[in-house]
């Protein structure tokens, strides 16, 4: 199916996954000038054009030494052509529960979580799914008194050998190793007493998860864990697998404007700096150091305070970026005043649901089943090119370039129509979306967004 350009018609959900509320604050100041050059040092003439006036003005255009020459370029400008030329192949997946996690295995492996608790691999190739095995905890039985929560991430740590993710019991930590997805170890009871919502990896061996209770827990592998023990099964042929518990685990600071709702909902881990982000829904974001345990350094209160559900980190612009109900708000920590202002996405109000950086773009899945892509150097959406003069200069199409997804599965079902019978199709929420940059790929998934209602939608992108 061919990327289509469709405007979006607002419509009122009763519930929403996973809450409701709306935005209001205000956006940030602009950015100001750079120092002056000493007198005495020339500047090449080059310098004095138009173009380097420009590119001097872009975010973040100092300091990238890394991507400067020919190939730095050619990278950028695959990056910001790419969305333009993606077309969608929808994915059956049957009748499972609003897929909320992703990630890619290999070059046609994605695997996947639901609100049904369900793990799965789809091959994007050919479609087949193969469902992975939940662990389960000590005490048998407490991931079936929570239904309706699921798996809602999924992480690899950086050498691919590990996967972490939630267990039967949602308020344990899974982990698998790759690419076999053999079982290594789970922490179930003395870990969170509440939902895992987030997971990051700060090394091989070192992972924190955030939770619904209020708490970040920091764990701890033992290497010989998972190069001894692995394909050992019992006498009913079984998988065994350890048991562990967190090195560390803190309390979100309660803030005085809504105590009760410091739920952890989403984290980013900055290998630069050797800091972790965490965002929760009483509308702050935290920042820890993270060692071998985790110190808070700081709490601010965000510009746009519902439905905080999403965040990224950008190393080459040392940024964070955080996706609310109707705006990503951009947070450098050792900046005292931000000097990039809020993109608002202009979604009908149905929220940021996940969120992504490549380079200087950040790709934004909506709930309103679209795909949004912003470049932050340029502060300014990727737009359409004209058909007639592709090589138009910028603001010659002036529409911004939006992916607009498939309509997915919905199950009909009493619910659908006593509450939404009258409501012809629903758009998916676009919960969960990962890049497969060497393929030029992006695999995207999610469903329908009232938490009442189930269905999946999943799609390649290529």
């Not at 202009?346 to 089943?369: A, D, K």
């Not at 795909?371 to 932050?376: K, P």
């Not at 009493?414 to 629903?426: A, C, H, K, T």
């Amino acid at each position: 199916m061919a990327p289509q350009q469709t405007g979006s018609r607002k419509r009122k959900a009763p519930a929403v996954e996973p809450g409701a509320g709306s935005s209001s604050s205000h956006g940030a100041a602009g950015d100001g000038e750079g120092p002056l050059p000493p007198k005495k040092q020339k500047r090449p003439a080059t310098r004095r054009s138009l173009v380097h006036y420009l590119k001097g003005r872009e975010v973040g255009a100092r300091g990238r030494a890394g991507l400067l020459g020919f190939e730095g370029e050619l990278r950028g400008y695959t990056v910001r052509r790419l969305p333009a030329l993606l077309t969608e192949r929808e994915l059956a997946l049957g009748t499972l529960n609003k897929v909320f996690a992703s990630q890619w295995l290999n070059a046609r492996q994605v695997v996947c979580g639901t609100k049904c608790n369900t793990l799965f691999v789809v091959d994007v190739q050919s479609g087949h799914i193969t469902r992975i095995p939940l662990l389960r905890d000590r005490m048998a039985g407490l991931g079936r008194t929570h239904p309706g929560c699921g798996i809602h991430a999924i992480e690899l740590n950086p050498s691919k050998t590990l996967l972490a993710t939630g267990g039967e019991n949602p308020n344990s930590l899974a982990i698998y190793q790759l690419p076999t997805l053999d079982p290594v170890c789970l922490g179930d009871r003395y870990g969170h007493k509440d939902w895992i919502f987030a997971v990051a990896w700060l090394s091989d061996t070192v992972a924190v998860s955030g939770s619904r209770d209020g708490t970040v827990a920091l764990w701890r592998l033992d290497p010989d864990m998972f190069h001894g023990s692995i394909g050992w099964h019992n006498d009913f042929g079984l998988p065994v697998y350890s048991h562990i518990r967190p090195r560390d685990v803190e309390a979100i600071p309660r803030a005085s404007t809504n105590p009760s709702n410091r739920k952890v909902r989403a984290l980013a881990f900055s290998g630069k700096n050797q800091e972790l982000g965490a965002v929760s829904l009483d509308g702050y974001f935290h920042l820890w150091k993270a060692r071998s345990t985790l110190s808070r350094l700081l709490s601010l209160r965000l510009p746009y305070c519902r439905e905080n559900v999403c965040l990224t980190y950008c190393d080459e612009l040392s940024l964070y970026a955080v996706g609310s109900q109707s705006h990503v708000s951009f947070l450098d920590p050792r900046q005292r005043q931000q000097n990039i202002r809020p993109m608002c996405s202009r979604e009908g109000g149905s929220g940021v649901r996940s969120l992504s950086f490549y380079q200087h773009i950040i790709t934004v899945g909506t709930g309103h089943g679209s795909l949004l892509f912003y470049d932050i150097r340029a502060q300014k959406f990727l737009e359409e090119k004209s058909l007639a003069s592709p090589d138009s200069s910028p603001g010659s199409a002036g529409r911004k370039l939006k992916l607009t997804c498939g309509r997915g599965w919905l199950n009909q079902d009493d619910l659908w129509v006593n509450y939404f019978g009258g409501i012809g199709e629903f758009p998916n929420a676009l919960y969960t979306h990962c890049y497969n940059w060497p393929e030029m790929k992006l695999f995207v998934a999610g469903g329908p967004l009232p938490s009442g209602l189930h269905g999946n939608y999943a799609g390649l992108w290529s």
